[in-house]
């Protein structure tokens, strides 16, 4: 079993810019590739980014592109998502997952975390 946990969400202006965490724990969480997903109300849940195991290989959603980055840091056994840049469309509640191989599909993921509210106001 992983656990994950988010942290790092809020209320932001357009243009501002939060760093979501996921701290993974359990049965080696850090051989495990991380994956962002985000989910507005309304909405189905959506690929935003992954990172692979080693930190190697990143995947970012077109959306997103330019604007997020993804960083892990395996001593601490946690996942960085540095958000750019943000906009009134990318208020949702994101969630961490893990899987054996990073990608963008939410089925590969076999754990994911309690998610962490974020808003951008216009």
């Known amino acids: 079993q992983v656990q994950l946990v988010e942290s790092g969400g809020g209320l932001v202006q357009a243009g501002g810019s939060l760093r979501l965490s996921c701290a993974a724990s359990?049965?080696?969480?850090?051989?495990?590739?991380i994956g962002w997903f985000r989910q507005a109300p309304g909405k189905e849940r959506e690929f935003v980014a992954a990172?692979?195991?080693?930190?190697?290989?990143?995947y970012f959603a077109d959306s997103v592109k330019g604007r997020f980055t993804i960083s892990r840091d395996n001593a601490k056994n946690t996942v960085y998502l540095q958000m750019n840049s943000l906009e009134p469309e990318d208020t949702a509640v994101y969630y961490c997952?893990?899987?054996?191989?990073?990608?963008?599909?939410?089925?590969?993921?076999?754990?994911w975390g309690q998610g962490t509210q974020v808003t951008v106001s216009s």
């Open positions: 997952a893990a899987a054996l191989v990073a990608g963008s599909e939410k089925e590969r993921y076999d754990y």
């Open positions: 359990g049965r080696t969480g850090s051989s495990y590739a």
């Open positions: 990172v692979s195991w080693s930190g190697g290989v990143t």
